[in-house]
């Protein structure tokens, strides 16, 4: 975990010197005792604070008591798998507009549950479905909320 | 006090169709509280426009239905599902999943529902009896006033850190510069984007809906082969006499911090609960225990943010000063029904006043009687299957962050929020700080600035405020206590070799 | 992508005419044969989105058809009023346009302005009130800006929210009388109006309705009202005018299309909510609301909103909003 611990102590320090640089350039206001940079400011300071101190704590410590960090891999199969996943979620998200909610979901479910290793065709095909009418019948009914319809539109 | 106008003005609350509003109120409430994206405030506003053609007790009925069984709703997802339904059942989460994933899903959704009713009935109760007392306190709540009230909120952080304050602290510190993002609310300048999604600021509800919801799907697919089976055990619907015991003091404790936070103006349920949870914490026997699973958290969150639902009405029927979201929508109701929230109210309307102080216990009961009917069906959802379960709950998710305002911009950020929130858990940073700090950060930095304007730049003026004075030392009162526990618990633990802690 | 869909839909409809027997052959387009989506920039319980339900309800009478609220909120109404102007000129979509529609585009928060609508009809028009705690010392507009004067850089004004319409009503009001005040903005009016009932700030420049049941309470009181003609329901508060300062502010509401819609569907749409604002239960909800009907045909809607938004645009520059 030391390590690990180091890379995010790190990258929180890099994160709020960004984020401190970027409040240089805000606009300044006239006749404001406080203006908007001011709390960006600290709270970009205090993240650089804490993470200072638990850097300085992970050096500090000895290999010892040291716990194995979650590590990050590509050659790891469920790390594989999670970016499969992420990118199954980006990509229905993204067609929600252009396909449509009731295009989109029943193929999303239905990648997502192969990829998460279920093989009973049957009982994918019609989770994917009930599960999407359900959601769209109930925000559209009760809710009066409308999914986008992407190309069924024209025809509701 | 006029018993024969009491009794003349409750009596319609009682009748038969009325209970059947009210009961299809808090149906509908229970239901929409466990869908994460799905707030009380939209279920209240959705339904509004079909109490046009009703008269007011019945729609008054039906919309404190919605109010009360949304709050516990809200616990259904935190339990089974590590995802608040609502915003205010962040706090139960940090004991209500750990319980779920014990087998005890049907004990956690007993004792959130006994908690939420015990609250909610101490909030109407206040309401009924110290409305006038309580509404002028919350008017002497000012800019200065909410900024501390804030700072208060904030030092929870702390007592929700789990093992390492530093950590703790980066997630809150991080949260609090997440809610600078986008359209500053005091001088209307956009603040490191550009973007149109944040010109109202961070999207919340989406916010939280990655951070808890989407992170737990990233982490389940995963682990999917490593995971196991979760049952749930049911006992009974309602706790065991033991259980209810135990988590007496918590109830009654979290029942009264969420009426008096209920009843600031701009305070509301998420704030109660994780006030009431860190206090149930501080003067536990066994502090350590909080964050393992424990009944006593999941009684002071629930409890207190049910409390607020009796405790927020208190400045919207007396002063016309909506508590928080809820109730303003509730203001905008009892408008369209032709009458005007406000001192005037006690004096021209008391009937309807003593109406709605019924209407909200019988909203209570039917909140009871709700979710002691859908505990065993709700504790079923733990045992589905996860490679069903999981699919099903990143489509709720992404529906959730987009219904809020019906645009892609909130699904997209839910998005990245997920994965920032996988990455943090991953590596053992709190996410409870961050949700804490994207509630209180908006609202401490404007109410500063607010103060800072109108006081031409003298912050020491803050100090000549007793209720600033009365917070600040909560504040530093609290993080001391706070930090002293943690030191006794890593000490305990230490000692012990366990992981009880973990 | 969009041509497929595009050329999936004209099949659909080339088929639909065919199976529909040539209904639509030759005169006018039989209008509306379908549901009607009226988009509210604004969130599901606040004053527009009742006021357009109502309003919806009435009109779907007229036109014998459904008409669907969908709020698209966010970006400070910005979303919404983009998804009018963007939705299809069929007349199947229009939506509700408020004040921000005159106050966005010069905070360059919006790249689009009035012009870019086809605008319908005029709802509302709510105008400002300078409103102080019942106890303050002074009792008119005048007293007020005497005050003022003594007492520059004293005066905290509340307003709603930043670059908003009552934050440049107070700054119209600063700037016509001169007066050196400090503008405190909250999130939305309400919190404005308590914060002033509890004395943090000292007066706030939000329409009648919205500090009508703290002045019913006598918590506040009402020095002038920036109208042309004093309120029906509270005639005894004098308008600015009446005290001698040509001041006039309002906010507003209307219904606009997006350009390039059939002359004759605009037609039956304009007839229909002409008709439904005048529809009596429309108007007992919005008084109930307090709101101030100011019905204005299209003509006459689309010259108010150049003339408002020349007007905004000049207040904002004088108060420095915008350069």
């Known amino acids: 975990m030391k390590k690990a611990n180091i890379v995010c102590a790190v990258t929180g320090m890099i994160f709020s010197v960004v984020a401190f640089s970027m409040t240089l350039s805000f606009k300044q206001f006239q006749n404001v005792p406080v203006g908007p940079e001011f709390f960006p400011r600290y709270l970009a300071a205090g993240l650089f604070i804490c993470c200072l101190v638990l850097l300085i ?40 507009e252009p396909l449509g909610f009731i295009a989109a979901t ?35 009914f009760f809710l009066g909320i409308d999914m986008p319809l992407g190309i069924l539109d024209s025809l509701l | ?180 993002l986008g359209m500053d609310k005091v001088s209307g300048y956009l603040r490191f984007t550009r973007l149109i999604g944040f010109y ?56 009264f911090i969420g009426s008096f936070i209920g009843a600031i103006p701009g305070a509301g349920g998420d704030i109660a609960a994780f006030v009431s949870y860190s206090e149930a914490k501080r003067s ?84 009871l009687i709700v979710g002691m009917c859908g505990v065993k069906l709700f504790a079923k959802v733990i045992s589905i299957e996860r490679k069903l379960l999981i699919p099903a709950i990143m489509v709720l998710s992404l529906v959730g962050s987009y219904a809020i305002n019906q645009n892609m911009f909130d699904v997209y950020f839910a998005l990245v929020m997920g994965g920032v929130g996988y990455l943090l858990q991953k590596y053992e940073f709190p996410l409870s700080p961050i949700l804490l700090a994207l509630i209180l950060g908006p609202m401490s930095e404007s109410n500063l600035r607010r103060f800072m304007q109108i006081d031409n730049g003298q912050f020491w003026r803050i100090f000549t405020k007793p209720i600033c004075v009365i917070f600040l030392v909560l504040a530093v009162a609290s993080m001391i206590v706070s930090v002293r526990n943690q030191r006794k618990i890593n000490k305990r633990v230490a000692r012990s070799g366990g992981d009880a802690a973990e | 992508m969009k041509k497929l869909s595009i050329a999936v839909l004209g099949l659909l409809l080339v088929s639909g005419v065919v199976f529909a027997g040539g209904k639509a052959e030759g005169g006018a387009p039989a209008y509306p044969t379908k549901g009607i989506t009226m988009i509210c920039p604004w969130a599901a319980g606040g004053g527009t989105d009742a006021i357009l339900r109502a309003l919806s309800a009435a009109a779907a009478k007229q036109l014998g058809q459904t008409i669907t609220v969908e709020n698209r909120t966010g970006g400070g109404g910005a979303i919404g009023h983009a998804a009018i102007k963007n939705a299809r000129p069929d007349g199947y979509t229009l939506g509700m346009v408020t004040f921000e529609l005159n106050s966005l585009p010069q905070q360059g928060l919006i ?134 300062y040509n001041i006039t502010y309002f906010t507003w509401r209307g219904l606009a299309l997006p350009k390039g819609i059939d002359p004759a569907i605009r037609e039956t749409l304009t007839k229909a909510f002409t008709a439904a604002m005048q529809d009596p239960e429309f108007v007992e909800q919005a008084k109930k609301m307090n709101l101030d009907l100011a019905f204005l045909p299209p003509a006459e809607f689309n010259a108010f909103l150049k003339e408002n938004f020349d007007a905004v645009t000049k207040t904002m520059k004088a108060i420095g909003l915008v350069n």
């Not at chain 2, 607020?308 to 007396?318: D, F, H, R, V």
């Open chain 1, 57 to 96: 704590q992970q050096v500090r410590a000895g290999l010892k008591n040291d716990t194995p960090a979650p590590t990050i891999s590509l050659k790891d199969k469920g790390m594989q798998r999670l970016l499969a996943g992420a990118a199954i979620i980006v990509i229905y998200a993204l067609c929600w």
């Open chain 1, 106 to 140: 029943p193929l999303a479910l239905f990648g997502l549950m192969f990829l998460l290793g279920l093989r009973r065709y049957p009982v994918m095909v019609i989770f994917s479905l009930a599960a999407m009418f359900v959601i769209f019948g109930a925000f559209r």
């Open chain 2, 1 to 180: 006090m006029d018993f024969g106008l009491i009794f003349s003005s409750i009596a319609p609350v009682f009748a038969p169709e009325n209970i059947l509003f009210i009961l299809l109120g808090a149906t509908g409430g229970v239901l929409i509280g466990s869908i994460p994206g799905l707030t009380s405030t939209m279920g209240i506003a959705l339904l509004i426009p079909f109490t046009y053609g009703m008269t007011i007790i019945p729609s008054v009925g039906m919309l404190l239905g919605i109010f009360c069984g949304a709050m516990y709703g809200g616990s259904i997802a935190a339990i089974l599902i590590k995802t608040p339904g609502t915003p205010a059942a962040a706090a139960t989460l940090l004991d209500g999943y750990p319980m779920g994933q014990k087998g005890e899903a049907g004990r956690a959704l007993a004792i959130a529902l006994f908690s939420s009713f015990c609250g909610g009935m101490i909030g109407a109760l206040l309401m009924t009896f110290l409305s006038p007392f309580i509404s002028r306190m919350a008017l002497k709540f000012g800019p200065a006033e909410f900024f501390t009230l804030a700072v208060f909120g904030l030092s929870v952080i702390i007592s929700i850190s789990g093992k390492s304050l530093v950590k703790g602290l980066i997630s809150g510190f991080f949260g609090l510069l997440i809610a600078t």
């Open chain 2, 200 to 255: 109202e600021g961070v999207p919340f509800i989406p916010g939280l809906i990655g951070l808890f919801a989407l992170s737990e799907v990233y982490a389940n697919i995963e682990n999917i082969l490593k995971s196991e089976k979760v049952t749930a055990k049911i006992s009974g619907v309602l706790p065991g006499w033991q259980d209810i015991k135990a988590i007496a003091r918590s109830v009654v404790t979290g029942g």
């Open chain 2, 284 to 367: 536990s026997k066994h502090p350590e225990k909080f964050g393992t699973g424990i009944p006593e958290g999941v009684a002071a969150a629930e409890a207190a943010n049910n409390g607020c639902t009796g405790g927020a009405m208190i400045p919207m029927l007396s002063l016309g000063v909506p508590g928080d979201s809820n109730t303003a929508v509730l203001m905008g109701a009892f408008i369209l029904q032709g009458f005007q929230p406000g001192p005037m109210m006690y004096v021209e309307h008391l009937d309807i006043i003593y109406a709605v102080f019924a209407s909200m216990m019988v909203a209570n009961f039917a909140m």
């Open chain 3, 111 to 244: 790249d689009f302005t009035y012009a870019d609508y086809d605008p319908l009809i005029r709802v509302n028009a709510d105008a400002a009130t300078l409103t102080v705690k019942a106890d303050a010392p002074y009792n008119s507009v005048k007293e007020f800006v005497e005050y003022c004067k003594q007492n520059p850089g004293v005066v905290s004004i509340g307003n709603s929210a930043p670059g908003s319409v009552w934050h440049i009503g107070a700054g119209l009001l600063a700037n016509e009388t001169g007066i050196d005040v400090k503008h405190v903005p909250f999130e939305g009016a309400a919190p404005a109006v308590t914060a002033l009932a509890g004395g943090h700030i000292q007066a706030v420049s939000v329409s009648l309705a919205e500090v009508k049941s703290q002045l019913d309470a006598g918590n506040v009181k009402c020095l002038g009202i920036m109208d042309t003609k004093r309120s029906a329901l509270y005639p005894n508060i004098p308008t600015f005018i009446d005290q001698g």
